[in-house]
């Protein structure tokens, strides 16, 4: 059976067609529309084995130095990656995981750190004198007074500014010092204690059992 057909629709009668040829003289781009397919890729990929374990070891390090629970570490990480639970990160979130975990554990250990650092330098500036120095310095330098709101290399410099000012007290002289409620160190003077009030407080419980004794023999002389 043989077809002919001329025109430009391309069409025969009785629905018929019969395409040889054709041929796009002009393309309208606002009537086109691009369907593209998603690949399926890394992206739906889940963790391995032993990246689940990396980011289980970060997370209990950062508890351990939080001195908190596994679990607030666990929202955080989840709230980072936009996921409701391990199950749902990607391979492809491993190393944004991972650079979380780590900056988290950082920020800990320097908050250990200053936290030592303050406590020193306090502990060197309790008198009146070199507190009030230390005051002016951290104003005049750091536009603070309060050493909390300091970075770790700040502190370190400020220690070092302070074991250069505070003057140095040998083991023996500290010994018998205290510190009072206004921060002043006062020197404790000795107590001069009598021989037998000595003797009283270190044998005592010779005493006791002597003067019991002597109680009762002298009861048994008196009814004799």
């Not at 043989?2 to 393309?27: F, H, P, T």
């Not at 690949?39 to 351990?64: C, D, H, M, T």
Request: with cysteine; glycine share 4%.
């Amino acid at each position: 059976m043989n077809l002919n057909s001329n025109g430009d629709k391309n069409k025969i009668a009785g629905r018929d067609y019969k395409e040889n040829n054709v041929q796009i003289d002009s393309l309208d781009s606002s009537q086109t529309i691009n369907i593209n397919v998603p690949a399926k890729g890394a992206e739906a990929r889940p963790l391995v084995k032993s990246q689940r374990a990396s980011i289980r070891q970060l997370v209990n390090a950062i508890a351990e130095s939080e001195n908190t629970e596994a679990a607030h570490i666990w929202v955080k990480l989840h709230a980072e990656l936009g996921v409701n639970g391990v199950s749902e990160i990607s391979g492809t979130q491993y190393k944004v995981a991972l650079n979380f975990l780590n900056a988290l554990l950082a920020a800990s250990k320097e908050k250990k750190a200053k936290k030592i650092l303050v406590a020193k330098i306090l502990d060197r500036t309790r008198d009146r004198e070199l507190k009030h120095k230390l005051n002016e310095h951290c104003s005049i330098y750091y536009k603070t007074t309060r050493l909390d709101e300091l970075n770790h290399s700040q502190l370190v410099e400020i220690y070092d500014w302070v074991e250069k000012i505070a003057p140095i007290v040998s083991p023996d002289h500290k010994e018998g010092m205290s510190v009072s409620f206004d921060g002043n160190h006062r020197t404790n003077q000795p107590v001069n204690i009598s021989p037998f009030v000595e003797l009283l407080t270190t044998h005592s419980l010779v005493f006791v059992i002597v003067f019991v004794a002597g109680f009762i023999v002298g009861e048994i002389f008196s009814k004799i």
